[in-house]
């Protein structure tokens, strides 16, 4: 325990100095948050989403998951800082401090879950990997984004599932998707690792009611009605808010659509149907395919261990497969399946590989979307752009290539149901 809080310690120091050191340099998310809690105090939360930022002019557009941080983070800042008296700089730093926090929960939960694999040793590995691996702190430390929160509570959500805590799955998953919608995707995994146990029907409707029980209670301090119906209908407003500002193929997301060509609305038809649809009816096709396997898979898997990677593996190949092949994605998206590298590293070779080639290329991406869009350092290289989003779908295909590898069989003891894995014996 002491070795996982230094480490977690040491995430911490790095987090917090970079916060330090750049507080002078807010990115224009971070101007557009301090913008919204400028709103927020002066018209109250029910106020909040019925006016625009002083950025872009933009309404708020992110559900209400984060309205309610923000409001916390707003009620820390004003309890420093009176009124007449404005400190941006404080307030964009304190801005961070809850994605700065869940990167560290992640550190925790990555350790918790390797090491019911591999031991404590390999568990101090992923959490170390998460600590200091540049899949997080680039977003929440330096870029000022809220990302880390949603991919926390998916993540948790992903060891609730792994426990056989399926309604706690479910509600994990609600707060991640409260915050933004994308971990949607795994709905389809969280529901047939359930019906894998349970045995009583009822139950798998307690995970889903409870989801729509968070969704209602964090929609009140906001939505214009108390009523149910009018709730719902206001959250899905939200919802279709963050999807509307963008209409391009990609927003600096090196996938299949920077691939091809560049970025274009996602309106142009091909062959009579919209590039947007392909994007989805690719997705949906991956997303099929993986359950499937999934499923015909997860039941020969015996042991602990080897069914909680499987289960790693077809969440990962589901969250970079949205990532790779739908339309009006940005860049920071493909954290949700960075996220998972902690537990991919410990998967097999090819995961690995993989994980570190999407890594690899994710740093590359910020360091040019920063330098580029905003600070003006360089021009945007079509070349680099091309050659990442490469790197991003090889890395993809090999996962999922290594995943849909996977055999089922009667006897798992027989041979290794992943042939790439590692020897756990002998690490044990």
Not at 146 to 163: P, R
Not at 336 to 351: D, H, N, Q, S, Y
Request: charged fraction near 15%; charge should be positive.
């Amino acid at each position: 325990m002491a070795a996982l809080t230094g480490i977690v310690a040491a995430a911490l120091v790095l987090r917090v100095a970079l916060v330090v050191f750049l507080r002078h340099k807010l990115t224009h998310d971070a101007r557009i948050f301090i913008s919204w809690a400028h709103l927020l105090t002066q018209y109250g939360s029910h106020g909040l989403y019925a006016h625009v930022d002083t950025i872009d002019g933009y309404p708020v557009n992110y559900p209400p998951g984060y309205g309610l941080i923000l409001a916390a983070v707003t009620l820390v800042y004003r309890a420093l800082v009176t009124a007449p008296r404005e400190n941006d700089v404080l307030l964009g730093m304190l801005l961070k401090g809850p994605a700065v926090a869940a990167d560290l929960v992640l550190c925790v939960l990555a350790y918790g879950i390797v090491r019911r694999w591999l031991g404590v040793r390999a568990g101090l590995g992923a959490a170390a990997i998460a600590a200091f691996s540049p899949a997080t702190w680039p977003i929440s430390a330096v870029w000022g984004q809220v990302d880390s929160l949603c991919a926390m509570f998916m993540v948790l959500a992903l060891a609730c599932s792994l426990a056989r805590r399926h309604t706690w799955a479910w509600t994990a998953l609600a707060l991640a998707v409260l915050v933004k919608p994308l971990p949607i995707v795994v709905t389809p995994l969280i529901l047939a690792a359930q019906l894998r146990d349970e045995r009583r029907p009822w139950k798998l409707l307690l995970g889903p009611a409870a989801g729509l029980v968070l969704a209602y209670g964090a929609s009140l301090a906001f939505a214009p009605t108390a009523l149910p119906v009018g709730v719902a209908r206001w959250l899905a407003e939200r919802y279709v808010a963050g999807q509307s500002l963008t209409t391009q193929t990609s927003v600096n997301a090196y996938n299949v659509w920077t691939l091809i060509g560049t970025p274009v609305p996602d309106s142009v038809r091909a062959y009579g149907v919209s590039l947007h649809v392909w994007g989805w009816a690719a997705f949906g096709a991956l997303g099929a395919a993986t359950l499937a396997r999934y499923v015909w898979c997860m039941r020969p898997v015996a042991e602990c261990d080897r069914w909680e990677q499987l289960t790693t593996r077809a969440w990962f190949v589901v969250l970079a497969g949205l990532f790779s092949l739908v339309t009006r994605m940005h860049e920071r998206y493909i954290l949700f399946a960075l996220a998972l590298v902690p537990l991919m590293w410990f998967c097999g070779r090819i995961e690995r590989r993989a994980a570190l080639a999407l890594v690899t290329a994710f740093v590359l991406c910020v360091v040019l979307v920063l330098g580029f869009y905003e600070h003006r350092v360089f021009a945007e290289i079509p070349a680099a752009t091309h050659l990442l989003s490469a790197v991003n779908l090889m890395a993809l295909a090999a996962i999922a290539w290594s995943f849909f590898r996977v055999r089922g069989g009667p006897a798992p003891d027989e041979a290794a149901v992943f042939e790439d894995g590692p020897d756990f014996r002998r690490i044990q």
